[in-house]
């Protein structure tokens, strides 16, 4: 029996494991350290890839790339973003581009960021709506790449954590069927720092965490960084639940080992 998992495999037993806790929405955070050998962007179009093959409706929210950058490596995992656009599966929400053809460009700058970031929320609460009009009974995922972008731009912790907790309470309340809203941050390993303070209070609210690390050892070819992934679930009390994994970059997937067994890694 093989001991490695897929991250697909590992988020579902992450989703699933307990059938008597039910919530009609998740909130997931992808965090790690700024860090140039490793970052948890790989876990953003894993994510997109497996909500789509789940089928449900996705909003793809970039801070971070342009669309071509997800449709290309969306391909490796064996998803055309560019189709899933066309017939209405993903919504991409572009926050970096000055493209105003595209409806669905909010572009954040230094000019008016506030502003623009009002934009996005009210972008969100109008899909939000619409789908709860069209596909009440399709489940819906947002996927947010990269929140820590927000902050960097001057934008306060406070303006973005109630976009983050605002949309939350908007799926909450509109869709009762699944739905999950899944966000990527990073930090300085600074708890004190505006992006480590952030990363700290959605880190607290989130239902599943899932957390990019390099080794301490450094680079080897055989394991390129480890993942921790930790869920809470918080009725009758809080439980949490952890696993920690050894993982390497593969070009069309990464594969996850059980701390240890990897040859040159302890």
Sequence with gaps: MSISRTIEELYSSLLFQDKGYITSNKLVLLESPYCFSIDAGFLIHHLTAFYLKSNHKVVLVSFLNCFQHYNTIGLKLGINLAS?????NLTFI?????????STVCPL?????????SN???CLQKLINKHQDSHHNIPLTILIDDLSSTVLLGI?????????????????AKLSI???????????????????RLVNHLSNESDIILTVEGLPSGFSKEVHGKLIARSKRPSPVIVCYREDWHFKLEDRGV????????????
């Design 84 to 88: 899933s656009r066309i017939e209405g």
């Design 94 to 102: 572009d926050c970096i581009s000055q493209n105003k053809e595209d």
């Design 109 to 117: 700058t230094n000019e008016a960021n506030e502003c623009s970031l």
């Design 120 to 122: 996005i929320s009210n």
């Design 156 to 172: 306060s912790q406070i303006q973005v954590l109630d976009l983050i907790f605002s949309v939350r309470a908007l799926l909450q």
């Design 178 to 196: 699944e739905s999950s809203l899944c966000v990527l941050a990073t930090s300085n390993g600074d708890f004190e720092s505006t992006e480590g």
């Design 255 to 266: 594969k996850l080992f059980p701390i240890g067994t990897a040859s040159g890694i302890l």
